[in-house]
């Protein structure tokens, strides 16, 4: 059943599009798709690095940069994506992370704990940092819907994943923390998507990513989602239909975290 205009009239900001591959990317394109007006965000440096003129072009969209982990950054962004739009916004997505220590390959059993520090700003607290900006600034319409993009390494251990982990961890628990006081004064909603592997530019760069990935679609009943999926979803978190859902971590993983082992892989194994 193909539905349109689920996101009509809504206004947003869009973090973290980098290229055709990213997340993010595609839900620029569901939420434009679908009726929705917003800006894109990214740090200057990923600016540099990406294609994300060419989404804004697509779109209709404005390229506002700001490092996630700067409040001026942040403050401002808020305040021209209001000029920009016309108005308040109804949406937020955080689709931001990065590791120097996976990037180096430093092992979790020998940090660099200055760029563990760095992980846990850029991937979990600037997910605190967007949500104390838009709270303080009063920029969200009631009942808005802010996300951000998780994993399942948050509760079960995935030896690669590294420092990446835990800031996933802080993310999840941001939203709950934050979900509950944006929740009381505005009704606005803040949740946490868990997503399957995906093949963005950003996950194939973990170590082992290939081997995961197919490990995750064997055992998952539905497959692992693809990064279309999940945009697809995301657009349900912004719109009126999930109006009551807060402070969840949800899992969109074709099934992979409520299952133990499936019948394929024990034939593999046997093999």
């Given at each position: 059943?193909?539905v349109?205009?689920l996101l009509?009239g ?14 993010a ?24 690095m ?14 506002i ?16 994506s209001?000029?920009?739009l016309?108005?308040?916004l ?20 020998d ?9 846990l ?36 251990v ?30 606005v909603?803040?949740?946490t ?18 081997t ?5 679609n ?22 009126d ?7 969840q971590?949800?899992y969109h993983?074709?099934?992979?975290s ?10 593999i194994?046997?093999?």
């Amino acid at each position: 059943m193909q539905v349109s205009n689920l996101l009509s009239g809504k206004r947003g900001i869009i973090f973290g599009a980098l290229d055709s591959n990213s997340i993010a990317w595609k839900v620029a394109e569901k939420c434009h798709e679908q009726g929705a007006k917003f800006t894109l965000t990214n740090a200057p440096v990923a600016l540099r690095m990406g294609a994300i003129n060419q989404l804004a072009e697509q779109c209709g969209s404005t390229v506002i940069p700001a490092d996630a982990t700067n409040m001026t950054d942040l403050d401002n962004l808020l305040q021209k994506s209001q000029e920009i739009l016309g108005g308040k916004l109804d949406f937020i997505l955080h689709s931001i992370g990065m590791s120097l220590n996976v990037r180096k390959n430093k092992p979790y059993t020998d940090l660099d704990y200055d760029y563990f520090q760095k992980t846990l700003d850029i991937s979990g607290l600037s997910f605190h940092r967007v949500l104390q900006s838009a709270y303080k600034s009063e920029v969200m319409n009631k009942n808005g819907s802010i996300l951000a993009l998780s994993y399942i390494a948050a509760q079960k251990v995935f030896p690669f994943y590294n420092d990446m982990a835990d800031a996933k961890a802080l993310l999840e628990s941001i939203a709950r923390s934050f979900g509950y006081h944006f929740g009381k004064r505005d009704g606005v909603r803040v949740n946490t998507v868990s997503q399957s592997p995906t093949r963005t530019t950003a996950g194939s760069g973990v170590k082992g990513f290939d081997t995961l990935y197919d490990y995750a679609n064997i055992i998952s009943p539905l497959g692992n989602a693809t990064a279309e999926s999940c945009a697809d979803f995301c657009v349900v978190m912004f719109s009126d239909l999930s109006r009551m859902i807060t402070m969840q971590n949800i899992y969109h993983d074709g099934g992979y975290s409520s299952t133990g082992v499936s019948v394929e892989l024990i034939d593999i194994m046997n093999k």
